[in-house]
């Protein structure tokens, strides 16, 4: 691709500076929000600070005290446990999704895809305040429902039964299966165009069954958007903030429950103050992420090679 | 040919299975929206009387009476919650528009310019993308309070209109889709390169304008921890601070914090409706393509 633009004859007509004052906009934000903040967070790591104003100098020692924070490692397990439930349980439901969406003679095929994609639209925040209020004990939706229609069959449900107090984990992933299973389904949807007929032809032609044909032509076509789909998961995964922030009303939860990285980097930076102390969370959040988009590009990398 | 009547059978089931099981995912879809809806409109005895809408005695109407507008009153009267409804749309469409414009300049440079440097900002934008937004939020507070932009809106404004990941999404758009010839002909005609740019290339990436525009918007819209950081004043609160809020002033009055979640979502998913096709279809392409 960049062979392809270096061809560009270079016109004497062109100003020099032309391309600079196009990206003069962007570069100046950039600089001065991107690029110097970043500079300015290898600072802050290594201070303790009182609010934005007042520093000291503290050395390595914010990762010192990163390490040995049983707080920080919970905030870690919770925010691992968030993001294996939402691989695990999210994208198997969404490739499924996708799978029945391609099943022929199916009416309304893009107004299910496009039903399916709307709840991520709607913002986490505002998905959180909704779930909050479903899993809320007398007047929430799960409660009445669960106890409508158990009471059919003779089972009475408590209605006080609190969800959000009991099921700290689960509450937050049935959320994000509501917000994200159909926007996970659009990439599998779109990658399912990539199985080749003809392979699926001949599949079936040497008799293999539907279960045959799933793990030995669908799974490798898809595999590349896969890996991206993972990796997207990940990232978004482990910066789990206001889900757990709004839904627990501005806490982590019951016995720090819900406690993730960000939530954890939000409550040292601005509810004690200490952004020193929330820049070197920042940095371990940073390094994980960067480490999971490594080892993504390398297995895609390998991948291609072999193939 | 007539098929067998146990193939028959098989296939009678997988229609009835993908079928139901396509219901239930578009009722887990809907049901808890609606409920929402419905339910903003209770008084707060009703909300132990029925689950979704209130039914008359023994029959399947629905008492209307029994409806109130009340929550949305106390909502905009009481609360003020129409201010967080302009501020939002506010910043997100200013916060849209100057992002896509530096976007769609920058991205153009880099693809259609030959120039010293090209390769330094490609790669710059190219590992921009990997930087985790949370890193960048405590320098970030610390660089806008040095500026004296804290609790104003071009602290919010400012920081989000050079997405790295926009410039290279307009990179590729205008790789695909602006031919090099068309721009030395609007050159030879005398076009100055802010000509050409306004009048060649915009209308040629106008999908990728569209697309990133709705990004940026809902983004905006839906952004939480950069107004909840950087705000102090209640009258600057976009509505994913000021619903935030509602939980925690009203905390008990569940009707209030459900009209409020309500006149939050729906702005949103009226545009996503009528901008639907161009986003859903280019977003999927991207992802394969790329």
Known sequence: MSAKAAAIPASSARSPLAPWLFLSPFLICFAVFTVYPLIQAVLLSTQTTFGPGATRFVGANNFVALFRDPLFWKACSNTLIYTLGSIFIQLPLALGLALLLESPNLRGRSWLRLVLFSPSMVGVVFAAMMFGLIFEKRTGLLNQLLHGTLGIVGIEWDLDFGWLQQHVMLGLIVASLWMYVGFNMTFFAAALQNVRKDLVEAAIVDGAGPVSRFWNVTIPAIRPVAGFVVLMSVIGSFQLFELPYIMFSSSAGPDNRALTIVLYLFQNGFEVGDLGYATAIGWALAVILVGCTMVQRLLARGEEASA | ?290
């Open chain 2, 1 to 290: 040919m007539n098929p067998q009547p146990g193939l028959r059978f098989t296939r009678f089931t997988a229609w009835l299975l993908t079928r139901s099981l396509l219901l239930l995912a578009v009722l887990i879809t809907f049901i808890p929206f609606m409920w929402l809806v419905a339910a903003s409109f209770k008084s707060n005895e009703e909300f132990f009387r029925s689950t979704f809408l209130p039914m008359r005695e023994g029959s399947w109407a629905v008492d209307w009476s029994r409806l109130t507008f009340d929550a949305y009153k106390r909502l905009f009267v009481e609360v003020d919650f129409g201010r967080g409804l302009i501020n939002s749309i506010f910043l997100s469409s200013v916060t849209g528009v100057l992002a896509t414009l530096c976007c769609a300049m920058g991205g153009y440079a880099l693809a259609r310019f030959n120039f010293k440097g090209r390769g330094f900002c490609t790669a710059l934008v190219l590992a921009a993308v990997l930087i985790p937004g949370p890193l960048l939020l405590a320098p970030g507070y610390q660089l806008l309070y040095n500026l004296g932009l804290l609790d104003s809106f071009a602290g919010l404004i400012l920081p989000a209109i050079a997405p790295a990941f926009g410039v290279f999404l307009f990179r590729q758009a205008v790789l695909s889709g602006v031919p090099t010839d068309l721009l030395e002909a609007a050159r030879i005609d005398g076009a100055g390169e802010w000509r050409t740019f306004m009048v060649v290339v915009l209308p040629l990436v106008r999908p990728m304008i569209g697309t990133f525009l709705m990004i940026t918007f809902l983004g905006v819209w839906n952004n939480f921890i950069g107004p909840q950081v950087v705000l102090q004043s209640p009258d600057k609160f976009p509505l994913s601070v000021a619903v935030a809020e509602l939980k925690r002033g009203y905390y008990s009055d569940y009707g209030l914090q459900m009209a409020g979640t309500v006149v939050s979502i729906l702005p949103v998913m009226i545009l996503f409706l009528l901008m639907q096709k161009d986003f859903v279809s280019g977003l999927a392409a991207g992802a394969v393509k790329g």
